[in-house]
């Protein structure tokens, strides 16, 4: 293959010890930047590398056909009508979301690794197979099987800041990443990505929203969203620019995105009423169970949103720390002592609070708890 048309290669990828390695295929065309891994023989191995690279081969040309529609905000559910896997994958995705003027597009990552997952997993012997898109992730696991998925918001030093492992009986198959800061979603050591936090632009100031979800489309949609939504109107701190002056090429149109954040002109409140819209988004989101759970990260602090049956990450250091949010469906405490979502209480032991989100612990503290057993 040239370097005009799909790349695709082999190559040893180093776990997360920092010593074992283990075989990989890298396949890359345009936008699309696959790293595909998984755990089975050799034979197998070998025969699902082949496998992908024959998908992977009409991808992009297939999708190039249908963009113009894709770049459609979606006016009705199904709507528009597209004919390739990949494009009916991202409507799909983006149906429970319509409300929010979303396009297709904000699915796309996500649904090429749901595909390609697809394509191999009909009939396979592995134990387990992941597929990272640009930190967009496809999982699946057999019922025996465990995957071990760390969460990084500050790539510079390549360090997880906290850690889930997935079992097949969680019903995580996709995994995604959207904000500003170049985050990644990872197995356990940092994914090769090209990008800044999953999609290029975004409408908020989170520095990444890591979500899981079903599949990994609907966790790209729910991702850029809860991101989007992490914000604060009109704030002097906050750069804006109409994303046709970026990019005329795009699907946001003339619709401000944030190019540069003052963080010394965001105090402790201004943070935690920004992430106060994506906690409540998030909490929306699992209320209709679209995702299981949702990382928020802006600057220095780190918000949880998950369901009631998901444990909390492993806290990979004490700093930063994690603040727990179970989800809840209470949209305002009720206690005089927390008026937000956001708990400003370290501890709130009111009984009058209805939420659960209140008896999380305080911003100071460091999350330590178990992860979901494999």
């Not at 930190?135 to 500050?154: F, H, K, Q, R, Y």
């Not at 009109?234 to 003052?262: S, Y």
Request: glycine share 8%; net charge neutral.
């Amino acid at each position: 293959m040239t370097s005009h048309g799909p790349i695709a290669r082999t190559f040893d990828k180093v776990g997360a010890n920092g010593r074992d390695r283990h075989p990989a295929l890298h396949l890359h065309f345009g936008p699309i930047d696959l790293i595909i891994e998984c755990e089975a023989s050799p034979q197998e191995r070998q025969r699902l590398f082949g496998m992908a690279t024959q998908w992977f081969a009409p991808v992009l040309t297939t999708l190039a056909q249908e963009l113009p529609l894709l770049r459609q905000t979606l006016a009705r559910p199904g709507a528009p009508t597209v004919e390739g896997p990949i494009a009916r994958r991202m409507v799909h995705a983006c149906n429970p979301f319509i409300a929010s003027r979303v396009t297709p597009m904000a699915a796309v990552a996500g649904a090429v690794a749901d595909d390609c997952l697809a394509c191999l997993t009909a009939a396979t012997t592995a134990t387990k197979l992941w597929i990272n898109n640009g930190g967009d992730i496809a999982v699946w696991l057999n019922p025996e099987a465990t995957l071990s998925v760390g969460m990084i918001a500050d790539p510079s030093n390549g360090q997880p800041d906290g850690v889930i492992q997935l079992d097949a009986s969680m019903g995580i198959g996709g995994i995604a990443t959207s904000g500003r800061a170049s985050s990644q979603s990872l197995d356990t050591a940092p994914a090769h990505s090209g990008t800044s936090g999953g999609r290029s632009f975004s409408l908020g100031i989170a520095d990444a929203v890591t979500v899981l979800a079903h599949n990994a489309a609907t966790a790209d949609v729910a991702a850029t969203l809860i991101a989007n939504a992490v914000d604060l109107p009109g704030h002097a701190g906050i750069t804006r620019t109409p994303a046709t002056e970026l990019d005329p090429d795009n699907d946001l149109g003339k619709r401000l995105v944030v190019t540069d954040v003052a963080p010394e002109m965001l105090d402790t409140d201004d943070r935690v009423k920004a992430l106060r819209g994506g906690v409540m988004l998030a909490q929306h989101y699992c209320a209709q169970s679209l995702i299981q759970g949702a990382v928020i990260r802006l600057y220095d602090h780190v918000e949880l949103v998950l369901q009631p049956e998901l444990s909390a990450p492993h806290s990979a250091s004490d700093k930063p720390s994690l603040n727990k949010r179970s989800q809840n469906k209470s949209t305002l405490c009720k206690s005089t002592v927390c008026k937000s979502t956001v708990c400003k209480s370290t501890v709130c032991k009111s009984t009058v609070c209805k939420s659960t989100v209140c008896k999380s612990i305080g911003p100071e503290a460091s999350l330590s708890v178990q992860s979901v057993a494999g």
